[in-house]
C-alpha cells in the first residue's frame, strides 16, 4: 500500500490544530519504516469546481499558502482515488482536511473537500458510478454530507456511539448493510481516540476498522478502496493510531 505524501505538508498553512507544526512529522515517523511514499500532484481549478462554486474558490485563494497546499491535498485525495481505481490501494497522508467543506462554503479547519473531489474525479471519468464513504472521525463531515445530499453517487457513513462498543458495532454493522458500490473511500480521522478530544478509541480498533473496510471492499468493489486523513490532534499517539488503521487495510 502507498501512502500518499508531499513534503509542502510539513508548512505550517494557519494557526488550527490541523496545521499544527509537528503533526505530519509524527505520522511520517511512524510510517516510512513500513510504507512506501509518492508525491501528488495539486488538483487543478477544473477538479476543485466539480464540487465547489468559483467563490468558495476565490475565497480561498486570498490566502496563497492555504490554497496552494489545499490544492496538493485535494492532489493527493485524487491520486489516492485513482491508484485505488487502478486495484492499488492508497491512503492520502494530507493537509488541510476536507470533510467539513460544502460546496459554498468552509470550516473546522478544511478549504476543499479532498475525497469529494477525488470521488468526483473517478465518476467524471466514467471509471465508477457511486462510492461508499465511510468516516470514522470524531466529527460528523457535513461538508461531505451536503455534497452528496441527494445524490446517488456517494452514499455517506458516519458511525456514532456513546461508548466504544456500541460506536464500534455501529461502524460495523453499517458496512454490513450495505453493497452495490464500486469504490470504498475512507475519511480517516483520528481524534476519537481515548487520548485525542473525543476519548472513545484504543490504537487497536483502528486495525480493526482498517481490516472491515478492506474486508469490505474485497467482497463488494473489487477490493478498490482508499483512505485520506481527516482530523487527530494528538502528536504523541497519532503516527501509532495511523499506522493502525493502515496496517488493517493494507492488502
Ligand atoms: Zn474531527
Not at 462510492?131 to 445524490?151: E, K, P, Q, R, V
Not at 452495490?180 to 486495525?207: M, N, Q, V
Not at 468493489?221 to 494528538?234: A, I, K, Q
Amino acid at each position: 500500500m502507498k501512502v500518499i505524501f508531499h513534503p509542502r505538508f510539513y508548512e505550517v498553512y494557519t494557526h488550527d490544530p490541523a496545521a499544527a507544526p509537528g503533526r505530519m512529522e509524527t505520522i511520517v515517523k511512524a510510517l516510512e519504516k513500513d510504507f512506501e511514499f509518492v508525491e501528488p500532484e495539486p488538483a487543478t481549478e477544473r477538479d476543485l469546481e466539480r464540487i465547489h462554486g468559483r467563490q468558495h474558490i476565490q475565497y480561498v485563494k486570498r490566502e496563497l499558502m492555504v490554497y496552494e497546499i489545499g490544492c496538493l491535498a485535494a492532489g493527493g485525495a485524487i491520486l489516492a482515488g485513482e491508484m485505488a481505481f487502478d486495484g492499488k490501494p492508497a491512503f492520502g497522508l494530507i493537509r488541510p482536511p476536507g470533510h467539513h467543506a460544502s460546496p459554498h462554503s468552509c470550516w473546522g479547519f478544511c478549504y476543499f473537500n479532498n475525497i469529494a473531489i477525488a470521488i468526483k474525479r473517478l465518476i467524471s471519468e466514467n471509471k465508477i458510478k457511486n462510492a461508499l464513504i465511510l468516516d470514522f472521525d470524531l466529527h460528523y463531515g457535513d461538508g461531505t454530507a451536503n455534497t452528496f445530499s441527494g445524490s446517488k453517487e456517494a452514499t455517506y457513513h458516519h458511525p456514532e456511539g456513546a461508548n466504544r462498543e456500541i460506536f464500534m458495532n455501529d461502524l460495523q454493522q453499517s458496512l454490513q448493510k450495505e453493497k452495490g458500490y464500486d469504490i470504498i473511500a475512507i475519511s480517516a480521522g483520528f481524534d476519537r481516540h481515548e487520548e485525542d478530544w473525543g476519548g472513545l478509541l484504543k490504537t487497536e480498533d483502528y486495525f480493526s476498522i482498517g481490516k472491515w473496510a478492506k474486508e469490505f471492499s474485497i467482497e463488494n468493489c473489487n477490493g478498490r478502496r482508499f483512505g485520506v486523513l481527516e482530523g487527530g490532534y494528538n502528536h504523541s499517539v497519532l503516527g501509532r493510531n495511523v499506522r493502525s488503521f493502515l496496517q488493517g487495510f493494507r492488502g
